[in-house]
């Protein structure tokens, strides 16, 4: 399955993430493309629908596929996913989370990361904060 996530920063550096519905667990804002979108079409909507920000500039991060990115949902569909990761500092519009797939909207720290977060998320976040955030 493709799709698209993105690294969300505000002006002091925190990361946004979303307390996700499905499975209860936080994690960056993005999903599944739809037919005919680019990846970078999908990210957009994805954070749009997700938290009412428009996204202007997308900078590539990085592709995350393979074996690792195994996935059941919590319905019981089996994935791999194939996601493109962006990083955005430049936004606009009022936060608001889609009661339909979002608990929550949270900025946090680089090295103040909630504890429950999906594997894939945690794995595009550790690889951020390695080449990124000093130790």
């Known amino acids: 399955m493709a799709g698209s996530g993105v690294i969300i920063l505000n002006a002091q550096g925190q990361l946004l993430l979303q307390h996700r519905r499905d499975n209860e667990c936080w994690g960056l804002p993005g999903g599944a493309m739809e037919i005919g979108e680019s990846f970078e079409e ?3 909507r ?3 629908e997700e938290t009412g920000l428009e996204l202007y500039e997308l900078e590539y991060f990085m592709t995350d596929s393979g074996a690792a ?3 059941v949902y919590p319905n019981g569909d089996p994935v791999y996913l194939a996601a493109v990761y962006y990083i955005s500092k430049n936004f606009s519009g ?3 989370a889609d009661p ?5 909207l949270q900025w946090f720290g680089p090295r103040e990361l909630p504890d429950c977060m999906g594997p894939n998320d945690t794995r ?3 690889e ?3 080449r990124f955030v000093a130790s």
Do not use: P
């Open 124 to 126: 595009v976040l550790h």
């Open 100 to 104: 339909q797939e979002t608990l929550q």
């Open 94 to 96: 009022t936060m608001h």
């Open 46 to 48: 994805e954070v749009r």
């Open 42 to 44: 999908t990210a957009r």
């Open 128 to 130: 951020y904060l390695r």
């Open 69 to 71: 990115t195994f996935h």
